[in-house]
Every structure is written in structure tokens, then in C-alpha cells.
């Protein structure tokens, strides 16, 4: 096997091979940036839509589905948003042989297929808080350079759509949306930052939009999500109204939380390193592979692998038991490219101790058993996930640095933090500068905008100043 | 709310109105026979491809995610595939303002999209079988009438495609899918026949078609899933081979294996009555819905409610606690309609005793606990699922009946059972007495296809007879 290139020379060379190496995805598909989910890929990301399943339901949300084809009459209502989409949706406008009389689009976003439907089921304001989420495939026209889970035109994408009483009501869910994104990445163990857009970046149609974004080096940053709020942009033209408490009338303030497959690449990205790929144990295919050593026939080794995976899976463990005819030193090498959090190796003393040998993706290595083998495993995936996101906090931080003049931009490797004052041309000074993006202000408590911002970065002014960052977006 | 049909009066009307009632889905989306998956119908759905994962996962079979759209130059290359689909395939001709220069099918199934791939997946002997399935949506330009989860545009589809080394090899992999449905079935209580397509019924492609048939009444027959051996059809265009053990080259035997939502509406038409939906526990969305009865503030049985609830859901009983302001009576109402399969009644006596009443979907009735509620629980819910299953078998033995004369067919209300020598000839004649299919030879054991079927029911002869079934397909 060819070796990968190295991850600090040159990130996206090093992405792509990895990517491909570890088989987490096909490319070869007939149509590009169309790609094909592979068994191992597969099991990656159906691990990775359980976390936001999980973290989802818990904040009170719903699961619907919605067509995927949306009639051109609805998907033209919301002026921006069309705007926004026009130039990279797909058009169905056959059927058979029958030219339709309606073109339909291939969802880019669901906000136009469910929200005609929502004017039909919200009528009272005890029908509010309405919470529902979908996890679906959505399709973009894309033109810039495809590349596996992070910009591709066939997306597997996570929307929660809600609709409230009134603005705070729909604040409050921004807020409660902020906190299942910071449990999800917790089980990612994924450092980031939230980060409110300038208006100019804010998603079409929206009031305004919180980023949640992640550093990958070289001043790069990666969007990993989003989380809109629509105050009435949406329900005035669809028309979704509730009858208030009082009798009256009054439009619902709506919401919406998008996060997709390219979580999954954020996963590569910021864990992955020279060897391969590094799953935290969240969103592993396999949690665990067990590779029994010596001893050909019908010996202890593998029997005691097989009763142990059995064991594991019992406790839920995703545990894949390696028989393959390969050496042990090739087994290592593979589940290592593959991101396997724990290897046990099993050979005939560790099998007669009722012992295994835990090493980690991270190279730990310790003796586990004989006693509770279970307990300690689910320890050992604990602990590696804690040395994960500790490993990549401190790359995290590392990877910003406050910025004091417009010169400290030009040519920076750093995501920087700075004061601006707000006003579109000093933050287009500073995209200028730093040949990328003002991100926006951070949303929640970073420890690179704390204290007084100083002046502005741009225009020198004091007033109305806060910390905002700028870097270049992949 | 408006009393429903009766079943028996008209299965399509009553069919129509309790999917409606019950709140499985909204038909109100701007797409005709394109649905909305609400989240009662999706907590169904969802539940059901829980059961599909699980028994098709223990027979080897691995998840993979193929692109939705199918280049046109790849969909058109076996002849017979593209004619059956041709008529019904939705074209993508456009990309944002650009005509695209290989137009793209929405997906009717996944032969086209997969089968490239699989010719580059697979080198070697060593790479067989190759089981894999997909749970995706697929997309028919449907021309005739469309009906909830019966004939709509956009289907939520199951297809497992294999490759294996030799026909025999493939005729095992329909024999292990045919155990699988076993079980499936088994879960959502559903009776059901095999059986094999005549030949100008088969899938396009197709070597032969096994269909897992239902009667729904009058002699009308509901296919609610197929697998199909294709032998080397499909191989041979895609090119599909692979080097034997002794060096040589040969073309892989395939199969497929396809479900659908069409399960969701078996089980609606097989176990619904008059009073609403019934569901069997595997694919409830609620198993059981606990109704707190009298006390209203800090009282005892909502309370008890709450943690019996958690007690269950410990135990993975999907479970839901009624605490809305309708009376008792109102609620037990919904939730029949709505096909709950337990619903427990907990007053202030029972709270304080600690047991509570359980009254299952088919009305029987037994007072629970205090010991061991879990249990009971799930032992009240095993027997429904028993009991339920009696009853559709009884139903289903009283839709079949033999017949002897061409003549028992016309305005016959049973699917009936009888001689065919294997000619379409007569086959014809069949389907034009009884005004539908010949449906073709029950694959498996069959109580009304058991002995010498006698001659011909259409040509009399008594050479190559077996027993063979003709209905109405739905």
C-alpha cells in the first residue's frame, strides 16, 4: 500500500488520500461529487446520525420526512432565498416521456417543501412549539472542486426546522440548539467555536445565522454547521399564522439547525494524523477490532476473541473480530489507516490469562482482565476518547492568535481574533487583508475574545467595537 | 371526528380514511402521490426499518448508500431493465441554469447506479459473495392512481443487492432472503405467500421473480415485496467478473431482494378495523401508551405514570404517557385509532396498589403487577403480537380457495388456487376468467397447493401441471 502523504505538508493532498485509504467512500461513481457510501463509510455515518438523533430528541424534537422534489411555484416564495439557491439547484422537468407542467427542484434545503405544510398544521398557539427534524439527502449544483464529505452535490444533511410563539421563544431554541451541537461534538470530541455571521454571510432568508466552525490549519476554517433564525422572513410569505391566546392573529418566528455529512470529514480532518484515520469512539465503525495471535486451528486465541467480541457486543460495543489470513503486523497497520479506537491483541498466554493487550489509536497500550474485561473496555474507549479531545484542544488553540493591526493578517497561519466596529467596509478591509472571510463574533464565551476588543482593526474607531475573527474558509 | 368507513363495506375507502385519521401521513404536499412522513407515520417507518436492518444484517448483508441519480449512458445499458422502466422515470435535465449534458434518472432502483461500481469492487473469488442493501428513497413517474404507502412517487425503498460465485450460489442467496422476509413477516404478524412470477410477469431483467404476496379481501392480492434472480443479466453488460481459484474468468450470478413502505400499508389493510389502525409491537410507534386516570395537581396516578414510563423505556418499550386535558374516554379513542397495541389505565387504586390495567388493541383486558410491571408489560405485548397473528391467519386461510373449472373464477371473491400445465397460453385464459393475474407458483410450502393439482384448468392437459394462484392485484 502506497504510503500518505503527510498531513502537515499539505493538508487537502493529505485529506483526499486518507480518505480513500481508508475506504470510507468510493469516487469513482459515474457522476462527480455524487459519491458512494461503502460498508465502512456507511456504518461511520450511521453511528454519526445516531449521535444527532439522540441529542436532538432529547432537546423535545420530532422526526418527519419531506419530499425530496419541490415545485417551482413553492421554492420561488421567499425572495433571498431563492436568490441563494437559484444558481446551484437541480431542475426535474421530465417525467417518462411528458415534459412536466411544473419543474420540480431537488431540495437544496427543505425550508420550501415543509413550510407550505406547516401553514396547514399550525392553526392554535397550542399547536407551538412545533420541533421537527429530518435527516435526508439534499442535492447542489456545486461548481467549485468537489471533495469527499465536505463539498459534494449529493449531501447527506441533518435540518431541524422550528416554529415558535414569538422572537424570544425562537431565540431560546438558537440557544437550546447551541447546547445539543456542544453535546454532539463532545462525542466527537471536536473542538469549535460558534460564531454569529456578518450580515452580508448570514444564510438567504435568514435574520441572522451562528456558524459553528472548526480551525484546519494554516488559518483554514471549515463549517461544520449552522443554526438560523428566521424571526418572520419565512412565515410571512408561506403564510404560517396561529391563533393567539386572545383571539388574534400573529405569525410564527421560525428556526432552523443544519448540520451534515461533513461532520464526518471534520472527524478525518482534525483527528486524523500520518497513519490514518482516528475515529473517536462515537461514530467508529468499529469501536474495537480484536486480532487473535499464533496458533493455527482450532486454539484458544481466536475462540477466546470470538467469545470476548460476543461479550463486547453485548454491552453494545461495535466489535469486529479479525480472522483474516494477513500477518498481525499488517492487521495493525490496517486498523490503524481504518481508525479503530482499540486494538486487543489476544495471543495464546493473554487467551489462557483470560487477558487482552488494549492499544489505542493514540499508541496507549495496557493490560486489561482478567476481571470485568467488559468494564474495561468501555474504560479504555472512555479514556482514549478524554486524550482524544484534550490532543485536539490543544491543536485547537494553538491554531488562533489575536491580531492588533491589519498588517498581522497578510500571509497569517493563524485564525485571528480582532476588534471591529461593526461596519461592513472595515470587515471587507479585513477580508481583504487577510485574502479570506470575516467570520463574525463569536456567539458564546471564546478565550480568544475576552476583554475590551480595543479599536477597531480597520477604521481605528472605539465605538461599538467587539472581538470578531477572520480566516480562510475551505 | 368523523366516524370511519367500514372495512368490510370498502377496503380502499376504509383504507384511505384511517391512514388519514391515524395521522400517518399528509397528502397535502404540492406533489401528487408525494407524501409527508409526519411523526407519527415516520416513528412507524422507522420502527419497520429497524426490523428489515436486523434480520437482513444477521444474514450477512452489509449497508452501503448508492448516489440517487442515475446517469442516462449507464441506465440504458440492459435492454430488458430499461424498457419495463422507461415510461416511469423521472428526468434531471437541468443544473442551476445549465442544460446538463447526460441527463440524470431519479433512481427507480439501484441496478444502474450499482452495478459499475460493483465491477470495480470485484476482482477475485475472494471477494464473493457480495451482500449488500440500501435503505434509500426511489422515485416512479406514477401514472396511475396513487395511494398512501401503496403507489406513490417517491418510495422509501429496501433493495439488497448480492453478487455470488455461480448459479447455485445465487439460488441459495434467494433461499437465505426468503428466510429473512420469514422473519420479518414474523414480526409484523403478517401471513403472506411466495411466489414465482410466470415469466411475463418477472422483474425486467430478471431471470425469475419470487413475489411475497397478500390478499386484501375479494380476491384482490397486495405484493409487498419481491427477490429476483437475475443469473448473469445483469453481469454481462455492467461486465461484472471475477478470476476463479484456477485462473480463469468468470461472470458473477446475481440477486436482489426489494421492500417498501408497502409493508407499512400491509400492516394498516391486513390488521386495521372499523375502530382504526392496529399495529403488531415490532413497528408501533408507541407500544404502549399509559393513560394516569382521576386526581388532577400533584396526584399519585400521573405521577406513577411518569415512572412507569421510565421503568419501561428502560426495558426499550417505546412508551408514551397521556397527560393531555381530553377525558379518559376521548384518549382511549385516539389511541386505538391511532393502533397502540397496549394501553395501561392507572387510577388513584391502581397508582396506589402499583399494578395497573392493561387492554390491548384486540380489547382483552388483565389487571398487571404490582410485581415485575416490566415483565408483564412485555409478556402482554408478546401475546398481542400472538394473538394478532391468529387472527390474520385465520383471515388470510379464509381468502384463498381452490378451484376446479375456469368458470369457479368469474366474480370469485377468494384468490383461488389451481392447475396450470405452464403454458402463457393458458395462463391468458386464466387471467381473462378471473378478470386479473395469474400470479404464478407458490414457491414455498402452501396449504392450498398441496397433492397432485390435477389437469390443466384451462387445456385439461395433465403434462407439466402444477398448482399455480390467480387473483386481482391491487
Redesign the interface.
Known amino acids: 500500500m502506497a504510503e500518505l502523504p503527510s498531513k502537515s505538508k499539505g493538508f487537502i493532498d493529505w485529506y483526499l488520500a486518507v480518505v480513500e485509504a481508508a475506504n470510507l467512500t468510493?469516487k469513482?461513481?459515474?457522476?462527480k461529487g455524487?459519491?458512494?457510501?461503502?460498508?465502512y463509510g456507511?456504518?461511520a455515518?450511521?453511528a454519526l446520525d445516531a449521535v444527532m438523533v439522540r441529542e436532538i430528541e432529547a432537546t423535545g424534537s420530532?422526526?418527519?420526512?419531506?419530499?425530496?422534489?419541490?415545485?417551482q411555484?413553492?421554492f420561488q416564495k421567499e425572495k433571498e432565498h431563492i436568490k441563494g439557491f437559484?444558481?446551484?439547484?437541480?431542475?426535474?422537468?421530465?417525467?417518462?416521456?411528458?415534459e412536466l407542467d411544473v419543474p420540480?427542484v431537488?431540495r437544496p434545503t427543505s425550508e420550501t417543501?415543509m413550510y407550505?405544510?406547516f401553514q396547514?398544521?399550525i392553526r392554535s398557539h397550542r399547536d407551538l412549539p412545533l420541533n421537527?427534524y429530518q435527516i435526508v439527502?439534499t442535492?447542489r449544483?456545486e461548481?467549485k472542486t468537489t471533495r469527499p464529505f465536505l463539498r459534494v452535490r449529493?449531501i447527506h444533511f441533518f435540518e431541524e426546522h422550528t416554529c415558535q410563539v414569538n422572537e424570544a421563544a425562537a431565540t431560546a431554541r438558537v440557544a437550546s440548539n447551541l447546547g445539543a451541537f456542544r453535546r454532539m461534538a463532545d462525542a466527537l470530541a471536536l473542538p469549535y467555536v460558534a460564531i454569529r455571521r456578518p450580515d452580508w454571510d448570514k444564510f438567504p432568508g435568514a435574520f441572522y445565522s451562528v456558524a459553528l466552525d472548526i480551525p484546519v490549519g494554516e488559518a483554514r476554517t471549515l463549517q461544520i454547521g449552522s443554526i438560523h433564525h428566521y424571526r418572520e422572513n419565512f412565515s410571512r410569505p408561506y403564510g404560517i399564522e396561529f391563533e393567539t391566546a386572545d383571539g388574534g392573529k400573529s405569525l410564527v418566528h421560525q428556526t432552523t439547525f443544519g448540520l451534515s455529512e461533513r461532520l464526518l470529514g471534520a472527524v478525518v480532518a482534525v483527528h486524523g494524523d500520518d497513519r490514518g484515520v482516528v475515529f473517536p469512539p462515537a461514530v467508529a465503525p468499529y469501536q474495537v477490532v480484536i486480532v487473535p495471535i499464533g496458533g493455527k486451528g482450532a486454539n484458544a486465541p481466536v475462540e477466546s476473541a470470538q467469545s470476548l467480541a460476543t461479550l463486547l457486543r453485548e454491552r453494545g460495543i461495535r466489535t469486529h473480530v479479525d480472522v483474516s489470513e494477513d500477518r498481525p503486523g499488517a492487521k495493525y497497520y490496517h486498523w490503524e489507516l481504518a481508525g479503530v479506537p482499540v486494538r486487543l491483541e489476544l495471543g495464546p498466554r493473554e487467551a489462557e490469562a483470560g487477558t487482552a493487550t488494549a492499544v489505542d489509536r493514540l499508541g496507549r497500550k495496557s493490560v486489561i482482565g482478567p476481571a470485568e474485561l467488559g468494564a474495561a473496555v468501555e474504560r479504555t474507549l472512555d479514556e482514549f476518547r478524554g486524550a482524544l479531545y484534550e490532543k485536539a484542544l490543544a491543536e485547537f488553540r494553538s491554531a488562533f492568535e489575536t491580531a492588533r493591526h491589519l498588517d498581522d493578517l497578510k500571509a497569517t497561519t493563524k485564525v485571528r481574533a480582532l476588534s471591529w466596529c461593526g461596519q461592513e467596509s472595515c470587515g471587507h478591509q479585513i477580508e481583504q487583508a487577510i485574502d479570506g472571510a470575516l467570520l463574525g463574533t463569536p456567539e458564546e464565551e471564546f478565550p480568544f475574545a475576552s476583554g475590551d476588543p480595543g479599536p477597531c482593526i480597520a477604521c481605528g474607531s472605539s465605538s461599538g467595537t467587539r472581538w470578531a475573527l477572520a480566516g480562510r474558509p475551505l
Do not use: H, S
Request: hydrophobic share 45%; proline share 9%.
Open positions: 468510493d469513482r461513481y459515474g457522476v455524487m459519491n458512494v457510501w461503502t460498508p456507511f456504518l455515518r450511521r420530532q422526526p418527519v420526512e419531506f419530499p425530496t422534489l419541490i415545485p411555484t413553492e437559484d444558481a446551484q439547484v437541480y431542475w426535474v422537468t421530465r417525467g417518462g416521456a411528458t420540480l431537488l417543501a407550505p405544510i396547514l398544521w421537527v439527502n442535492f449544483y461548481t449529493e
